[in-house]
């Protein structure tokens, strides 16, 4: 099993910037898309953004140009940050991680306990 533990988050103000952290561990053979979504007060979770191991990226239109997804597989851990944040950014921000586990062909998911983000002036 794999456990994703979600760093960062806190209080900024609109247009400043934050970086939000989630790592691997436990058992795996591998870790392939790892993602960010969020949740907003009153609303469903949404995807922010993906990354597939190899470094493809997909972004919600609503943070496109604003935040960026990246991972470092060396160390398990994929980051987000965010640059521009509105006061709609405000959210708590989940982990997400697809993987393998050895003897196991099946894919599994992971989700951290997430992290609250909140732009406010």
């Known amino acids: 099993q794999v456990q994703l533990v979600e760093s960062g988050g806190g209080l900024v103000q609109p247009g400043g910037s934050l970086r939000v952290s989630c790592s691997a561990s436990g058992s795996f053979v591998s870790i392939f898309t790892m993602g960010w979504y969020r949740r907003a007060p009153g609303n469903q979770r949404e995807l922010v953004a993906t990354?597939?191991?190899?470094?493809?990226?997909n972004y919600a239109d609503s943070v496109k140009g604003r935040f960026t997804i990246s991972r470092d597989n060396d160390k398990n851990t994929v980051y987000l940050q965010m640059n521009s944040l509105k006061p709609d950014d405000t959210a708590v921000y989940y982990c997400?991680?697809?993987?393998?586990?050895?003897?196991?062909?099946?894919?599994?998911?992971?989700w951290g306990q997430g992290s609250q983000v909140i732009v406010s002036s």
């Open positions: 990354i597939t191991h190899d470094g493809n990226t």
């Open positions: 997400n991680a697809d993987y393998k586990k050895i003897f196991d062909l099946r894919l599994n998911e992971a």
